[in-house]
């Protein structure tokens, strides 16, 4: 508790470091994954093949994959960008699965009827299949988000700040305080993340309250239905 | 593209492959440790998902378990273990277990639990025990499920076991730590290329089980997935 105390502007610090590689990665793992998802779904035969890649891209452990990855960008292995890559390229192989299933999942009477209503292919992705493919989106995403949070710490290992420090720092002069908050501190890293991006599904698909509400309603209606009977 | 090649001339050098500290005996020895952890957590995680499953209860217990693991940081429960348990195997052993145990679990609950309840109810009419419902009902039926389960137990126990050098634990980590500390980028590159082929190895060995596991059990939990 003392060490927490006297070192809350190095936990700050590091936390700010932590987000500073999290949220591009999370950002670009959605961007990513939304194209490749949408070529699965399309195209069905390619799907098995994408989504095979993307389990065993998903299997690659991390320490590795941040020093294998600098001979293909080109990076050194302490920049930033090598980092986000690989973080990222985990959140895609991630994503990937969830977003071609919340694609397929859009039912195939609205896509139709936005055909005949004249949407071109594009309009009728972005206007009608990525809205209702919306809350499955965001459920995937939301575990993109937490794993890729989970898995910034390994980066300190090769010298790179965030909350890892506080795991090898700690570790290395035997500070157990060290150690728990730098978990700890994680921890509530991923919650945070994690609740903002519920928040931002509410307030980008104000629809899905709605219809919570109104379900809702309709099952207490139907209960009280069913005790009366 | 020389890093490669340097890596390579690492690894084909016969005094880097052989002898108790060569890659050829670490590969042994991250094998060992991935596969000794995953025993002893399906020894845990299954009876412990059958039965929870079987009673279908505790559900928000096992969701909750398994996604606040996702959100522990493995290299923190390494280090953690590390710092309480001194140097040796016990302190990575308990943290490879406690890893793997969230997927193992949810797996064999989700497949028993997934069971159709026409089939358990038809078995029960038919005369079977508990007992009998369990094991030729419910999980033959969740098998895909938990082999999925035990598929990623195994994948992160292999990941982590390449963190635990850095708290004294042998493996390819070894290596990995070796080359970062004393700035060999060839023998990085070249353990690190090591661990990733055997990943993908074991994914894919897995991938073949599974295909198999499909066949047999065609009607399983989550086949047509």
Redesign the interface.
């Known amino acids: 508790m003392k060490w927490i105390l006297n070192n809350v502007s190095t936990i700050t610090d590091a936390t700010w470091a932590h987000l500073w590689l999290a949220l591009p990665a999370i950002v670009l793992s959605f961007v990513v994954a939304i194209p490749v998802a949408w070529f699965a779904s399309r195209f069905r035969r390619s799907r098995f093949t994408l989504l095979l890649v993307a389990g065993l891209i998903y299997a690659i452990p991390s320490l590795p994959l941040f020093i294998v990855l600098p001979l293909i960008l080109g990076t050194s292995v302490r920049s930033l960008i090598n980092v986000v890559a690989a973080l990222g390229l985990y959140g895609v192989a991630l994503m990937v699965r969830y977003a071609a299933d919340a694609l397929d999942a859009v039912s195939t009477d609205a896509l139709l009827a936005a055909t005949a209503m004249g949407y071109g292919p594009l309009r009728r992705f972005v206007g009608v299949q990525l809205p209702l493919a919306g809350p499955a989106l965001l459920a995937g995403l939301r575990v993109v988000a937490v794993s890729t949070v989970s898995l910034v710490p390994v980066s300190a290992l090769l010298g790179v700040n965030s909350l890892g420090m506080l795991l090898t720092d700690g570790f290395q002069r035997g500070i157990l305080a060290e150690v728990a908050s730098g978990i700890g501190a994680t921890v509530v890293v991923a919650v945070a993340v994690d609740l903002g991006l519920v928040g931002l599904g509410r307030l980008l698909m104000p629809w899905e309250r709605a219809a919570a509400r109104r379900d809702a309603r309709r099952t207490t209606v139907e209960d009280k239905q069913v005790v009366a009977a | 593209?020389n890093?490669?090649l340097a890596a390579w001339q690492w690894l084909a050098d016969p005094v880097n492959a052989s002898g108790p500290s060569g890659w050829g005996a670490r590969t042994v020895e991250h094998l060992w440790y991935t596969a000794v952890a995953t025993v002893i957590a399906c020894l845990i995680g299954i009876p412990l998902g059958y039965a929870v499953g079987h009673a279908h209860r505790f559900r928000t217990f096992i969701v909750s378990s398994t996604?606040?693991a996702?959100?522990?940081?493995?290299?923190?429960?390494v280090?953690?273990f590390?710092?309480?348990l001194g140097i040796g195997l016990a302190a990575p052993m308990l943290a490879f277990v406690l890893l793997a145990l969230p997927s193992v679990l949810a797996g064999a609950y989700a497949g028993v639990e997934g069971a159709p309840r026409d089939a358990v109810d038809a078995a029960r009419a038919m005369g079977m025990t508990e007992w009998q419902i369990l094991f030729r009902v419910e999980a033959p039926l969740g098998m895909p499920l938990l082999l999925g389960g035990i598929r990623s137990a195994t994948?992160q126990v292999?990941?982590t076991a390449?963190?635990a050098a850095?708290?004294g634990a042998g493996g390819l980590?070894r290596i990995?730590?070796l080359g970062?500390k004393t700035q060999n980028y060839a023998m990085?590159?070249a353990?690190?290329?090591v661990?990733?082929g055997l990943?993908?190895a074991?994914?894919?060995a897995f991938?073949i089980v599974d295909r198999l596991v499909k066949r047999s059990f065609p009607k399983g939990v989550g086949a047509a997935v």
């Open positions: 593209m890093f490669l996604g606040a996702r959100a522990l940081p493995t290299l923190g429960v280090t953690l590390g710092l309480l994948l292999l990941a390449t963190l850095y708290v980590g990995l730590f970062l990085m590159v353990s690190s290329l661990v990733v990943a993908i074991v994914d894919l991938e």
